[in-house]
């Protein structure tokens, strides 16, 4: 075999072996996609009804995963089929387990973030 098919054979089995590689060691974490959906009374999505300087909101969330939230004021949350997890604007962290709804009527929480847990 001539040197310049050595050369290109082995170019194919190094590449061939790095993807074997890469297929049997991947990425090490999950993806997390969570995304802003239609809110659906069939489905139980994630959903948040806020405030902000005299807008109201209600927005509905799918998929595992954290996503900024503004700042927004949260007046209910429905967890649907979700364990949540929120972060105020005062540090704390508060998780909150699937098929629960809260509401804030006197003093809601200003949420950064939300995720999907």
């Given at each position: 075999?001539s040197?310049?098919k050595?050369?290109?054979v082995?170019?194919m089995?190094?590449?061939?072996?790095?993807a074997?590689?890469?297929?049997l060691?991947?990425p090490?974490?999950?993806a997390?996609?969570i995304n802003?959906?239609?809110c659906?009374?069939?489905?139980?999505?994630?959903?948040?009804?806020?405030?902000?300087?005299?807008?109201?909101s209600?927005?509905?969330?799918?998929?595992a995963?954290?996503t900024?939230?503004g700042?927004?004021?949260?007046?209910?949350?429905?967890?649907?089929n979700?364990?949540?997890?929120y972060?105020?604007?005062?540090?704390?962290?508060?998780k909150?387990?699937?098929n629960?709804v809260i509401?804030?009527?006197?003093r809601?929480?200003?949420v950064?973030?939300?995720?999907?847990l």
């Amino acid at each position: 075999m001539s040197s310049k098919k050595k050369s290109v054979v082995r170019a194919m089995a190094t590449a061939v072996a790095a993807a074997a590689a890469f297929t049997l060691v991947g990425p090490t974490g999950t993806a997390h996609a969570i995304n802003k959906v239609t809110c659906d009374p069939d489905k139980a999505f994630l959903k948040i009804w806020s405030h902000m300087n005299g807008t109201d909101s209600v927005d509905c969330y799918a998929n595992a995963g954290k996503t900024n939230f503004g700042g927004w004021w949260v007046d209910k949350i429905s967890t649907g089929n979700n364990d949540v997890k929120y972060y105020d604007n005062n540090g704390d962290v508060v998780k909150i387990a699937r098929n629960t709804v809260i509401n804030f009527p006197n003093r809601p929480p200003k949420v950064n973030a939300i995720e999907i847990l």
